[in-house]
T-cell receptor
Framework: DAGVIQSPRHEVTEMGQEVTLRCKPI?????LFWYRQTMMRGLELLIY????????DSGMPEDRFSAKMPNASFSTLKIQPSEPRDSAVYFC??????????????FGAGTRLSVL | DQQVKQNSPSLSVQEGRISILNCDYT??????FLWYKKYPAEGPTFLIS?????DKNEDGRFTVFLNKSAKHLSLHIVPSQPGDSAVYFC????????????FGKGTKLSVKP
């Protein structure tokens, strides 16, 4: 398997624009996670899905952020409208889920977002 | 409040010596602990893990120790190599049916030749 695939790797946009980040999890993994990494807050969990259903979105900063998982092989994280403080690296991860070792998450390479 | 804490933002070690990275947690229900390693411009990669029923797990140069009574775990790297220079994240699984992990903020390890 190619691992978790995220696109784009880099995104530069202007304040107020809509941004869509994409993720393809590892085939067969039931869990998908979206994280944001910043210097101040480290690795923050934004939302996670189990079998395409959102389980916990308490980490989503505000209504400008939304995430969908229309099928087992694709998820999007959308920011509309984007603001400069949204600049960060966004990671997607997936896992088999279940007990112990199945909780190991595998991360994509991330999308570096810069909002000017 | 942080449930998983890595109190040292950075650590510098000489090549060949031991690196010890520390992690504290607050929730006694955590049943599985993991260490991830992250290089710049890459995603975190899984390094080693330990179940709460064990107190030590070893994989080559990497050993993780768990002290449940102190709610503390540590990662030992012996001997340290320049290629080990990275950010190390400690993570804990809440257990039960929850599939998420709770991450610490990371410790940046620099191994100097």
């Amino acid at each position: 398997d190619a691992g978790v695939i995220q696109s784009p790797r880099h995104e530069v946009t202007e304040m107020g624009q809509e941004v869509t980040l994409r993720c393809k999890p590892i085939s067969g993994h039931d869990y998908l996670f979206w994280y944001r990494q910043t210097m101040m807050r480290g690795l923050e969990l934004l939302i996670y899905f189990n079998n395409n259903v959102p389980i916990d979105d308490s980490g989503m900063p505000e209504d400008r952020f939304s995430a969908k998982m229309p099928n087992a092989s694709f998820s999007t994280l959308k920011i509309q409208p984007s603001e400069p403080r949204d600049s960060a690296v966004y990671f997607c991860a997936s896992s088999l889920g279940g007990d112990l070792a199945k909780n190991i998450q595998y991360f994509g390479a991330g999308t570096r977002l810069s909002v000017l | 409040d942080q449930q998983v804490k890595q109190n040292s933002p950075s650590l510098s070690v000489q090549e060949g010596r031991i690196s010890i990275l520390n992690c504290d947690y607050t929730n006694s229900m955590f049943d599985y602990f993991l260490w991830y390693k992250k290089y710049p411009a890459e995603g975190p990669t899984f390094l080693i893990s330990i179940s709460s029923i064990k107190d030590k797990n070893e994989d080559g140069r990497f050993t993780v120790f768990l002290n449940k009574s102190a709610k503390h775990l540590s990662l030992h790297i012996v001997p340290s190599q320049p290629g080990d220079s990275a950010v190390y994240f400690c993570a804990a699984s809440p257990g039960g049916s929850q599939g998420n992990l709770i991450f610490g903020k990371g410790t940046k390890l620099s191994v100097k030749p």
